[in-house]
C-alpha cells in the first residue's frame, strides 16, 4: 500500500511509520514538526515537512499520490485547547477538512482519522459504546468531534471510504513524558530518574490504556480491510480503538513498579478539576466491522515501555 501519514513524526504517528515499513509499504509523512521530532522521522519515508492548514497541503499530497491517509496530525494538549481554542479549531476541525479534501483531490480511497474518548466527556454508563452520548468537556474534545463531522461532510459525497478511529489512553515508546497527557509516559520518565510519580487525588480514577502496538495494528488493518468503514448513520463511520479493561492510575503504579524499578514513594497531590472519574470504551465495533482487537496485555505492554523508557532517558 501507499500510505500517506500526517503527525508521523510524532508518538503513535512514528509507530506507525517504522511498523508500515517494515511491513514493505510505501510511506509519506506530512509533519509540521511541532510536537513530532526529526528522531523520530525513518530515513525511508517520503517527507514533507508542511502544517496541514498550509494552501500547499493539496499539491504535497498530490505528490505522493496515497491509496490511504491516516491523519494524525493534530494540537492534542487540553492545556493548550483551553488556553486557544481558535488553534484546535484551525488545526483539528479545518485541517481535516483540508486532509480529507486533499485525499479525496488526489484519488485515495480511505481516510482514517484520529478521534478521541475525549469527544464523550463523563460517561453516563460503562463501558461506552459509539453512540452513547456525546459531551465533550474542553475545546480539545469539542474539536475532534467536529472534526468527525468534517470528514464526513467532505467524503460522503464523493465516495471516499473513511473512519474516525476513537483512541482511548494510548501510552508506549517514543511518548513525550514532558507534555500532561501521558501518564504512563511521565510515570515512566519519572520513575526510571528514581523520581516519585505524582499521583492527581487518591488515584482511584480510571482509564483505558491501551499500548501504541495496538493501536499500530488498528490502524493497519482499518487501511487493509476490503470491507467499508463509514457506515451508514450518526457513529456510522466511529470506532472505539480499546482495551475494553478498565484501570485505576493506583493499579497502573503497581504495575509499572517492577519492569521501571522503582521501589520508593508515591507522591500525591490535590486531585484535579474536571477530571472524569472512570471510563473504559467498548472495542466491540472494530472487532466485528473489520476483525481487530486489542493483543497486548497491560503487563506486556508496561514493560515494553518501562524498558524503552530506561534505554531512551
Ligand atoms: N496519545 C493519546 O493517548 C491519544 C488519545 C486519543 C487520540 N489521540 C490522537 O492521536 C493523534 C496522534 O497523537 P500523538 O499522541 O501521537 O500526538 P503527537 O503530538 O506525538 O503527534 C502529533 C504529530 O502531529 C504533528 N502536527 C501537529 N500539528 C500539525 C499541523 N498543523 N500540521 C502538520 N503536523 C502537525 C506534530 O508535529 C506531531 O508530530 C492525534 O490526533 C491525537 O489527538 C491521541
Redesign the pocket.
Known sequence: MRILV?????????NLVFSLLSGGHQVGI????????MA?LHPAAWFRG?????PGLQDAVADFRPEVVV???????ITVSQRDPERDRL??IE?TRAVARAAAVAGARRVL??????VYGTPVSLPVGEADPKVPENP?GHS?LAAEQALADELRPVGVDFASL??????GP???PH?E??VVAIFCGRMAAGEAPVVFGEGTQTRDFIFVGDIVLALIEAADTDVTLALPGDDGSAYNISTGDETSVEMLIQHLRSPAGYFGPVEHAPAREGDVARSVLDPTKAQEVFGWHSRVSLEAGLARTAAWFAQNR
Open positions: 500526517t503527525g508521523g513524526a510524532g508518538f503513535i504517528g512514528s506530512i509533519d509540521d514538526l511541532s510536537t513530532g521530532s523520530n508542511l502544517d496541514i492548514t498550509d491523519h494524525l496530525a493534530a494540537q492534542s494538549s488545526v483539528n485541517g482519522s484520529a478521534s478521541s474518548a475525549a480539545y475532534k476513537r483512541f482511548a489512553n494510548v501510552y517514543r511518548q513525550d507534555g497527557g501521558g
